[in-house]
């Protein structure tokens, strides 16, 4: 298959092979180098396109974790509040606290006059402004009647003003804020009265169709959820298989099956998954849509052979030695596996386990077939509630057109990778501290 | 719920391994050389007695129950309610589910569905109520009997052990009821969708445009099944995809492998490996945020006309995905190649680049196309990035700069949304799903076989 670095039919002498190999050297180094520089080249470019995902998607999502709030002097104005002086918490709810928040607004700028001017300075407060009030007088009732300074959310406009992400120059028409909008803010940043603090609400809250008011709590909860059932669903179910076929299976046809069907599962487009949890899970057996359960379900058969696989890795590094004694001591095969083997192998299986998991964190692909991409509000409370799931999220808030949720998908997505890091972490140091090396 | 009655029930089984041992004790008189097996065998034997049949009466009750409650609530309906067809009836058993969750205020509901909602509560309740009678009076049968069973001569551990077996074969089992299921489910829907449009049309057809017309006079949604444009930009996206990641992959194997530092490679090989790990929305994000509009930059600035949503974006990205594919499986095949054949090659005077492209590349081939191969069919597979940076306009064009759709891409888009399960637009995701299947299932043969003869070759 080589080619002969001599082309010459009959044998040359050994001055004239000297010759050209020596001619032929400086070709040859010269190759030798620019194959090396490739290979160089194309890990830098690996490493390139690591570092370069990394640093564009937290450059855009640490501004994120800070929001802008104003600080307003807000009057909890009895007759506003509490006309008939009542103090019935019912009254208390559904009292008009996006007043306070105008009037509020009205006592920072007095000079403000006119319907929509007064609407485009009410408008730099988030509607949720109006709730935060109302949570802090039905916690506080003896607020009432009192004036106090208090930070509020600012809307997701103001936000991304006032992060630099809104050019001042554009044409006024193009702007989500208006001119006398920017006025305010430079006075109310001239008196120290905005102010970016960190943002919580990311971390409290549901989805919301306000960005500002929008967090990542629910698909935190609906990723728990459905991690949960997949973990108590493959774990074991894994780790049995995986003994019967290294510890018990005979050698047959049976077995062979199951073992190419492994192979083959783990091989299988996630979106076929998700076409498997449609067709049976929800369309046969009835389960309800959007719920973790569905969810946790068809991720547990695709993180199956990934467990099955690393399980058998593990069983196969115990040695022989280990399962001879056990039987020579009078052991049943159970007790040898269970007492013995299992024992040993667990550290490896829980490290392919720990990986497996944490490719179903952020696996999405087959949970939009199952219709876990209803925009939910509310925090999931339990397996069947329904819920989303933090890449679903991600991919969600993707499609967005606001600036402001371009930071927060990519918040997301630090928060989503967070959690993976920390997992692989856990699967190292676990592999770390309880390999062995027999 | 029925969460506690399960608790309860574990609870329970606790019990009864401390009962059954202390009985096995009890009846070998103190002397634990007189039973058949140890002690703790017989306290599982009566926790399974107590635990399992109390438990599969628990499965089967909650499902039947539901099914069970609404006929019994339906036949207590009025006539005129129960003598509607089937699919209204099934809107009225909808109402009255909803009565009973309280997802609407009772205020609006009429009075005769509230009082049905009145009697499926009633009918639940004393339905949980039964329930919990039955399971635990089963459970405490179950100890009962094993506590009668005990005795020294019972083999108590071959008992134990045989339900541990069948468990452990049960277990193993799943894998092939997956596959099977994915077959079924994708088949049955299929073989529905080609009874409507004909194999041919969709296999050869090169118009795609799934709308169907909602109603007979509505215009312009003649609904067309034809999905040779799918395929043809799911290969256009996987060939660019493998056009990024094979060099840039294979490179990287040969370089971490032969020329490397073990310093170097134990560095750089997790730190590639990195980009395996990250999910593919993220990687969809950057294509559809970061690349797609870089792209159509540098594109107006050379004067082309770039799709905002280019079939170049979504392959680059997903050839970024891919790389740490290539490079980890065929660094597996580079370093099965016996260091003899490098020696010997050495020996002959060629240089390291010679011999990778002489000797190892050649030996080491088989593995390598075995390796793009599943590199292949997982680019194929691939769906988060293309759903958020490809088009979702079938155009049937092989200019890596116009937006194409993938049948990925189209299954997720027909099967989000609203959707009826009998319209031939839902029944196609499911005949995309099937082609899907069966190709990345081959490529997956094909490829594994290849790599396994390889290896054989060297053991």
Redesign the interface.
């Known amino acids: ?2 080619k002969p670095v001599t082309g010459s039919a009959a044998p040359p002498s050994s001055r004239d092979i000297k010759t050209i ?1 020596y001619q032929n050297l400086a070709r ?2 010269a ?2 180098r ?3 520089n ?6 830098t ?3 390139a ?2 570092v370069l ?1 990394f640093g ?2 937290i450059s855009k999502g640490l501004p994120a974790f800070w929001q802008t709030y104003i600080q307003v002097p807000i009057t909890f104005d009895a007759a506003v509040l509490d006309p008939q002086g009542s103090h019935d918490p019912q009254a208390l709810a559904s009292a008009d606290y996006s007043a306070l928040v105008r009037s509020g607004m009205h006592q920072l700028f007095p000079n403000v006059e006119g319907r929509l001017p007064l609407r485009a300075l009410g408008g730099l407060i988030s509607s949720d402004a109006a709730y935060e009030l109302q949570r802090r007088v039905q916690d506080k009732p003896e607020l009432l009647g009192s004036t106090q300074p208090i930070w509020l959310l600012a809307s997701a406009a103001v936000d991304t003003f006032f992060k630099g992400n809104i050019d001042r120059t554009l044409p006024e028409a193009e702007r989500p804020i208006k001119d006398n909008q920017i006025e305010w803010l430079d006075q109310l940043k001239a008196t120290g009265k905005i102010d970016k603090h960190f943002n919580a609400v990311l971390f409290q809250n549901g989805d919301s169709r306000e960005p500002e008011q929008a967090g990542i709590r629910g698909a935190l909860m609906g990723s728990f959820f459905t991690l949960l059932v997949t973990f108590l669903l493959s774990f ?3 780790v ?2 995986a ?3 290294e510890e ?2 005979p050698k047959n046809r049976w ?1 062979d ?2 073992e190419v ?5 783990a ?10 949890g ?3 899970f929800i ?2 057996f009835g389960l309800p849509r959007s719920a973790p359960l569905v969810g946790g379900l068809v991720l547990s ?1 695709m993180t ?2 990934v467990i ?1 696989i690393a399980g058998r890795a593990a069983l196969t590094s115990v040695p022989p030695s280990i399962r001879e004694a056990a039987l020579g001591m009078g052991a ?1 095969k ?1 007790q040898m596996v269970g007492h013995h083997v299992l024992p040993l192998a667990l550290p490896g299986m829980l490290t392919g386990s720990i990986i497996g998991m ?2 179903a ?5 087959p949970l ?2 199952i ?1 876990m ?1 209803a925009f939910i509000v509310d925090v999931p409370k339990n397996f069947l509630d329904p819920a989303t799931v933090l ?2 999220q ?2 969600l808030w ?1 499609d967005l057109p606001e600036r402001a949720f ?1 930071e927060r ?2 918040a997301a ?1 630090m928060v ?2 967070a959690f ?1 890091i920390l997992m ?1 972490g856990l699967a190292i140091l676990l592999r770390k501290r309880f390999e062995r090396r027999w | 719920m029925q969460f506690s009655l399960l608790l309860a029930l574990i609870l329970l089984s606790a019990g009864a391994y401390h009962l059954g041992r202390k009985r096995a004790l009890a009846v070998a008189g103190g002397q634990i050389r007189n039973l058949h097996s140890l002690p703790s065998f017989y306290g599982s034997y009566a926790a399974l007695w107590c635990g399992l049949p109390a438990l599969a009466i628990l499965a089967l009750w909650a499902a039947l129950q539901p099914g069970i409650l609404t006929d019994l609530v339906i036949a207590g309906l009025p006539s005129e309610l129960r003598d509607l067809p089937p699919d209204q009836l099934n809107l009225v058993v909808n109402n009255l589910k909803n009565l009973v969750s309280g997802h609407f205020a009772s205020s609006t509901a009429d009075p005769t569905l509230q009082a049905a909602a009145e009697r499926y509560q009633n009918l639940r309740t004393i339905s949980n109520a039964a329930l919990w009678v039955v399971v635990l009076s089963i459970a405490i049968a179950g100890i009962a009997y094993a506590w009668r069973r005990i005795s020294p001569t019972l083999r108590a551990r071959n008992g134990v052990e045989g339900v541990v077996t069948v468990f452990l074969i049960a277990s193993s089992t799943v894998a092939i009821f997956t596959t099977i299921g994915i077959i079924l489910s994708v088949v049955f829907e299929s073989l529905l969708f080609f009874r409507q449009v004909p194999v041919s049309e969709f296999l050869l057809g090169l118009q795609w445009s799934p709308q169907t017309a909602l109603r007979a006079d509505q215009v312009g949604s003649s609904g067309a099944f034809g999905a040779v444009p799918l395929f043809a930009g799911t290969l256009l996206i996987s060939g660019i995809a493998m056009l990024v990641a094979v060099p840039i992959g294979l490179m990287s194997a040969l370089y971490l492998s032969e020329y490397a530092t073990p310093k170097f490679r134990a560095f750089a090989k997790p730190a590639l490996e990195i980009l395996a790990g990250i999910p593919t929305v993220v990687y969809g994000f950057f294509a559809a945020l970061t690349v797609a509009p870089l792209i159509r930059e540098i594109g107006t600035a050379l004067g082309l006309h770039v799709a905002s949503e280019s079939a170049l974006a979504a392959g680059l990205v997903m050839g970024i995905m891919i790389i740490p594919f290539v490079s980890s499986l065929s660094d597996d095949v580079i370093n099965a190649v016996p260091q003899s054949m490098r020696d010997g090659s050495y020996a002959l005077g060629a240089t390291q680049s010679e011999t990778i492209t002489r000797v190892l590349l050649p030996a080491a081939l088989p593995g390598i196309v075995g390796s793009i191969l599943l590199a292949v069919s997982r680019a194929i597979g691939e769906t988060m990035i293309v759903v958020m940076a490809a088009g979702l306009s079938a155009n049937l064009t092989a200019n890596p700069l116009e937006a194409v759709t993938t049948v990925t891409v189209q299954i997720v888009t027909l099967l989000t949304g609203d959707q009826e399960f009998d319209s031939p637009k839902t029944l196609a995701a499911f005949a995309l799903g099937l082609v899907l299947f069966v190709v990345t299932l081959i490529l997956n043969i094909i490829a594994l076989r290849v790599v396994r003869k390889y290896r054989e070759q060297y053991e």
């Open positions: 298959m080589n190999v040859r180094r190759d030798e620019r194959f090396r490739y290979g160089l080249v194309a890990i470019l690996g490493l396109f690591v995902m564009n998607i074991p179910i894994g049995a298989t003994v019967y076929l018990f299976a077995t099956i199951i069907n492994i192979n083959n599962l091989a299988v487009p996630s979106i076929v998954f998700g076409l498997l449609l067709a049976v369309n046969f058969l199956l052979p099955i049943s159970l944490a490719r964190l952020g696996e999405s692909a939009l077939m219709g991409i890449p679903v991600i991919y993707s371009v998908t990519s997505i989503l990778l993976m692989n």
